[in-house]
Each structure stands twice: as C-alpha cells, then as structure tokens.
C-alpha cells in the first residue's frame, strides 16, 4: 500500500510551513485533547476520491466554526472595549452607604464598553450617531453597571417607545438601508410624530455626535438615580463623565471622509492609545439634589429628555475613570460583555423615571437571547470580581459545579450555605407609591421645547450654523415633503430663526405653521457647559499630526516640527508617496508611517508639507496630494507649510490665511493646531 502523503511532502517545503510540534510549539489538538496529525487534509477514501464522514476531526473543526457568531446586540452592536479602573477622589459617605462612593483612594476595577447605536456590529465607527458609554465596575459589594450614553438626554420618556424608536432608526424592513444613519424617511417620521425628542434633536443633531475619539467623549448616567445613606435618606444623584483629554468633533465633511479612510477610525485610535501606553481618562462628577430641590426645577428631572443645567446644580467632581488595557480577545470580552442597568450595589437606587424602569427589564432579557443562558453571568468578562453565592442551579452551558444536596433556603441540612444579609444587603428606598394605578404620562413631562430652545442659543455661531446644516442634510435624505415640514413646524418652536434657516436650506417653498406646544415655551438662560467649542481645551494631547514628505525634502525641517509636535503631546506620522519611505535633501532615508493614497489628510488634526520644491511640483498632478491639502484646509486644520508646498497649496486652489503657516515656526504652527480655524469656515462652506 502506497504511504498517505501529507501537505509538506506535496508543497516540497519540508516541513517549514507547516511546524511540528517542538519546544515552542505545543501540540495541536482537538477538544477532547486527541493530538491532531495533519491540519491540512481532511480524511479521503483515496487521493482523489470523496471525505468521510468518519472525519471527526474535520466535523469538529467545522461544527465549532459554523457555530462562531453569537446575535449582535439589537442596539450598540458596533462597540470598542478597554479594561481599567475607577478611582474615588471624594467620599460622598453623608449620602450613600456605596464602598465604591466612600472608600477614597481605592482603586475599582472596570471594563468599559463605548458603542454607536443604529449600526450593525460592522459598521463604521463614524456615523452621526449618539455613543453608548458603558461601564461595568466590578465592586467589593457587586458589579454595579452604569450604562450611559455620551448625551445627557434621550429621545423618549417611556420604555414603552423604545421598540418604536429602534424600528425607525434602524435600517428600513424593506430594503435594509440605510445602515447607521438617521438620515432617512422612517426616523424623521417617527421623530416629528414624537414632540418630545426635540430635546435629543438638538443633541444628535450637534457636533457631540461626531466625535473626534472615543477619549474625547462626555459620558452621562442620563436618569437621576437615588443614593441610599445609613439612616435610610435618600438623595437624588446624576452621573456625569467628563474626558480629560477635552471634548472634540470633527466637522461632517471630514466625518463623512473618514469613514471611508478608515472604518475602524475609533477603535483603532483606542487600540494604537492603549498600545502604546496611553491611557483613556475621565472625571467623575456627581449633580445631587434633594426632593426639595427637584420640586423647584421649572421641569421634572424622572423625564429623560430633560437635563439639569449646570447653574442649576452644580458638577461635583469626586473620582476619575482610567481605561488602559485593551481586552486580550475582542469577542470573549468586548462581545460577551453584558451591562444592565439593574446591576447597582448597596447604597444605590434607582427612580422612578419610566425610562429607566423598562430598561431595567430589557437588558437581562436580551442578554438572554444574544448570550444563550442564564449562566451569562458566568463568563469572566461578567461575573462578579467579589465573592458570590446563591441557590440558583443548572441552566444550559453551566460551569460552576456546586456540591452537596441544599440547594434551597432556609435549610437546616447546610450549616454554611448562604443566607441573606439585612445588615449588609440591598435595600429598597421606602417609598409612598400611594397614588391611582394607569396608564399615563404626567403633565409635568409635557414642556418639550424649552429646553431644546436653551440648548440652541448655547451654542455658538459656529455650531449653531453646524446644527441647523445638519438637520438640512438629514431632511434632504427624506424623501416624503410633509415630513421635512413637520419637522420644520417644530423647529419653528424652538426658535423662529432655527425653523426659517432650515426651510431655507430644504428650499420649502412655503414656510409650514408652527407646531401647536403642549405647554408654552420657557425662554430658560443659556447654559455655559452645552456647547463643545467653548469648553474645548486648547491642547494637542491625544492628537495626531501629519507631514507629507518627498524625495528631497528637508530633513532638519522635519525633525523640528516634530520635535514641537511630540513636546505639545501629539502623535507624529509621516506621510510619504511610498510606504518605503523618501530620501530626504541630505541623502538619508526617512520612513514613512502612512502611505498617501491610503493616509489622506482626514486621519489627523493638523498637517505639515515639508517637500522638495520640484517634488511639490510633481504632486501637484496627484489628486491624492491635492486631496490632502484641500480637505486640511477645507476641514479647518492648521497648514505648515515650506517653500516646496507652495505649487501644490496652488493646485489645492488655497488662500492662505491665518491658520496657514511657515513650517520653519514649529511653535507657532503647534499653538494654531491646538484648535480647528473655524474663522475660516465662512470661506470654504455654505452653512444653513
Ligand atoms: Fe439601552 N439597550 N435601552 N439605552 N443601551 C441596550 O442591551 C433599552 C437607553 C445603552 O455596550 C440593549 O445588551 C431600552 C438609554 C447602552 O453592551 C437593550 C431603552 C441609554 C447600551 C437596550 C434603552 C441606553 C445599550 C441592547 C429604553 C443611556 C450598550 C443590547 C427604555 C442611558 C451596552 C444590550 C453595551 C444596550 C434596551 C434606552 C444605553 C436592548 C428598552 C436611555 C450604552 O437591552
């Protein structure tokens, strides 16, 4: 009988390709630990005859893999997690019993989960979209999750919406699209039907959902929750995260480019971050009010489209959040990790906002679906870094192994079987809930105009003219005319100017009635804290600048800017025609990081052109280069640029002005690109 030949024999490679087990390599096996032969052919009746069924090795190989994908989550599938640690600054031991909220110093260990909403877990990372911010803290006394999102406010008031809500954001039934975005028929109908998102209109409609990363996002509990002391008083509390790096978006164009340059534009700047030994940080800040207070708000805080201004009750900052690992395996951890709502520890309490109630349900039970068993709580990313113990039993894919015959309580047969603990439990805030059973939704939720109409006149010039742009590109995707004017009826509302710049941008011919209010609208004050620009610090930390270099250019130009740019915090890539990098004036070589082509001027914040003046030139006929140029300019980036970039600044068809320098001042060019030219943008967009 002829000897079976295996795959080395057949390539001639000798074994090199295909490695036996050695001292580095351990053996492969199948599950069962069988010690596997040949991992490249599968069991034949003869060389060129049909496989056997007999193959168990193949039907196991095969059966695992066909069964790899679990179902994405229904929102927020598109997702990027980090391993870290929340830190406590400030007790807040006079409000709460929480370990996690009084023991200053110690370090609580997270994993946290920032997601977008509408799209599918492929999607990109950029699309206009609100972003899920999760956090998971594992608690001496329990997991408790605070499940966020990076805007203070949401859409509806009642859980009992929220199906509604998703059908319409999400892809249409019909033809599945658009993917990720609310630019479309169905979202813009369910919206002008639904007067009280025009809060969350403003929001999304806002450069908050642009972020230019995911470090430079605010992060909001939303609902009020309540904190629980020893004497049984309880306090109102909101969550806020506020990122240390600042808050920072990009401008739509440049949104919109990016996501064809690099889909994954987030999740790798947070991977490349935490590589690199960069860590993701936030405050955490607390608003606390009493019942009191909360019946003096001219709003009611259990209504999850309102916020509490700033002015009104002040940010405290009492601990900080550090994300600086990145999770060893996207999908054990990132993928199985299951945040609910209903996770809370001792000393914490929810309220009675209707929002949070429903959520309160959904979670678990999606994550019965998506995971596949009660035991979700099993997988390491979920369970409980403290010690638990109950009588729950069995269930599909069970991994703890419980011994002895109690599994019931009270018991008199297991001595040391757990037992509730009233000293140290969960309890309840005592409530009178005395009141008349129905369904319905309280008058003191009906005002919801005013504070859309104080998020608009919060804004500066610039955002403001962002904001309205945006709901003109968004209606122009809509297809149906009388959805574009109920719209506008409501935007009419929150500001007569607001509704007339966006019917003028849709081109209606006749401007729609205003919408009737529920409630008349609050001229409340602007508050200082709503807008990005105003708050923006002036800091190149996180940030990442480009220099397009050629054959000849020049050396010591380039290691200065770079020096400058290092010194002020941001990353430095060279940009080269080829990714083998150029040969500078001086006759060495200097590699590149980024190719051109693939490397346009949207992956960064601000750009330098160092080039040879023949070689600018020669890139002057490459629309890649032009490209680059343009875009920076026209994205309100700071230019340096040297007496080679002169031709192709030309060929991009640029002005220089203010935010256009020489490269030979790196400080000078550093300052300008701590922020965006927004002086420019008059120059290079029509805004609405
Ligand atoms: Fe969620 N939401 N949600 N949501 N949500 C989910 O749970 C739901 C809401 C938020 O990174 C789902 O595990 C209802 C507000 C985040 O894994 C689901 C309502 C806020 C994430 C669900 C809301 C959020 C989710 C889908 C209205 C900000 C991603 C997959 C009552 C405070 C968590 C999953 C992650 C995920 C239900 C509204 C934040 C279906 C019913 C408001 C950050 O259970």
Redesign the pocket.
Known sequence: MKKPQTQDDLLGNGGELHQQANAEHPPLTTQQGLVIADNQNSLRAHPQGPTLLEDFILREKITHFDHERIPE????AR?S?AHGFFELTHSLAAYTTAKVLTEVGEKTPVFS?I?TVAGGSGSTDTPRDVR???VKLYTKEGNWDL???NIPV?F?QD?IK?PDLVHAVKMEPDRAFPQAATAHDTFWDFISLTPESMHMVMWIMSDRTLPRSLRMIEG????SFRLLNAAGDSTFVKFHWRPKLGMQSTVWDETVKIAGADPDYHRRELFDALSAGEVAEWEFAVQLFTQAEADAFPFNHLD?TKIIPEELVPLQVIGRLVLDRWPNNFFAETEQ???CPSHLVPGIDFSNDP??Q??LF??R???LS?LGSVNFEQIPINAAKCPFANHQRDGHMQMAQPAGRVAYEPNTLSPDSPRSDRTNGFVSVALDEGGERGRVRDASFADHYSQARQFWISQTETEQAHLASALVFELSKVEHPHIREAMVSHLLVIDAALGQRVADGLGLEKLPAAATPAQPVKNLPPSAALSIIDNARHTLAGRCIAILVDDGSDGAAIAALKKAAVAAGAGVKVIAPRVGGVTLANGEKLAADGQLAGSPSVLFDAVALVLAGSAGNALCNEAAAVDFVRDAFGHLKAIATDAGAQALLMAAGIKPDAGVLGADNPKAFVDAACTRQWTREASVRMLA
């Not at 989550?73 to 927020?76: C, S």
């Not at 909001?220 to 609902?223: E, L």
């Open positions: 989550r229904v929102v927020h997702g997690g989960r997601s899920g911010f999760a499940v966020g999102n949401f509806i859980a929220f909001f509990g939303v609902h999850a990790v299951a945040f929002l949070l429903g959520r959904s979670y039970d999606t994550q998506r």
